[in-house]
């Protein structure tokens, strides 16, 4: 931050801009301690990440959103990102409750050892799709087949060229489509959820902790925006009643996330 702030000072002084350059902190910011610590290094405002998911308004479905309700600050794992598979990229996600981190690593160290799905013994394919496919190999090749004559040509032609390619391809399928389960709330895939989240999630769970916040139901976009400054306990949370919409703790505009 400072030495951003920093660069921001060099360039105001040298052009004429109309309006002030305002920086922002992001990353990490799950508890009001870590808001304090942002505002303290000079930020002008501050954007929660992986917190919004949990919010009622994040298109997660009420399974998921539980499942980050409960999460604590290591429950999270680097686990191979969906579009960029073949290049080992990495994304954090929550590992309470699901296998999919495992699942996805599984796969990525199949993809780095075999040239194709055929080179995959017998045993360890037949494994894939009881565990982690629940059907052949060759159905999930032929959905991503249809899928992709609908929308890139060329990406199917170089496949159907390429077995490494249709072994990615076909791994990408669970990848994928594992993080449109939490969204659905597909009960039956709650062991592959495929959701972003980071330390952050942990933090704010452990600041919420006995709090109308700890319910994931009460947990609006409004009220953890609000809420973040001010301590969970004390006599204001004890009078907070269950409507969430009722429930600010921090009226005052000049205490809201923000507003200096
Ligand atoms: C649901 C979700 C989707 C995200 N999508 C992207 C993305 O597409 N590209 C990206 O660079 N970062 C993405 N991020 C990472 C965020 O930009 C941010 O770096 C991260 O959430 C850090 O904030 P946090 O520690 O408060 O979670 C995403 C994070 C979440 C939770």
């Known amino acids: 931050m400072p030495l951003i702030i920093a660069a921001r000072d060099r360039l105001a002084r040298s052009r004429p801009y109309r309006a002030p350059i305002r920086v922002g902190a992001a990353g990490g910011l799950g508890a009001p301690a870590a808001i304090a610590a942002a505002f303290a290094l000079g930020a002008a405002y501050v954007v929660t990440g992986s917190v919004n998911q949990a919010a009622v ?3 997660l479905s009420p399974l998921a959103r ?10 999270v794992a680097m686990a191979p990102s969906a579009d960029m598979f073949e290049m080992g990229v990495k994304v954090q996600v929550l590992k309470k409750g699901s296998l999919f981190a495992a699942r996805a690593h599984r796969l990525y160290d199949l993809y780095k050892t075999f040239d194709s799905l055929e080179a995959i013994p017998a045993e360890m394919r037949a494994r894939l799709e009881i565990d982690i496919f629940r059907r052949p190999l060759s159905d999930v090749w032929e959905a991503t087949r249809r899928w992709l ?3 890139d040509a060329a990406a199917l032609a170089r496949a159907e060229r390429d077995a490494k390619l249709r072994m990615a391809l076909t791994f990408r399928w669970y990848v994928g489509l594992s993080s449109r389960w939490p969204i659905e709330g597909k009960e039956d895939r709650k062991s592959d959820f495929h959701i972003w989240c980071r330390p952050a999630m942990g933090a704010f769970n452990d600041w919420v902790a006995g709090s109308f916040l700890q319910a994931a139901e009460a947990r609006s976009v409004g009220q953890i925006a609000l809420n973040p400054r001010a301590r969970p306990s004390g006599p ?7 409507p969430a919409s009722t429930c600010r703790r921090t009226s005052s505009p000049s205490r809201r ?3 200096r």
């Open 57 to 59: 308004e994040s298109g």
């Open 66 to 75: 539980a499942m980050l309700a409960s999460a604590e600050m290591a429950d």
């Open 257 to 259: 996330v923000g507003s």
């Open 149 to 151: 004559s609908e929308r």
């Open 236 to 242: 204001e949370r004890s009078n907070c009643a269950a």
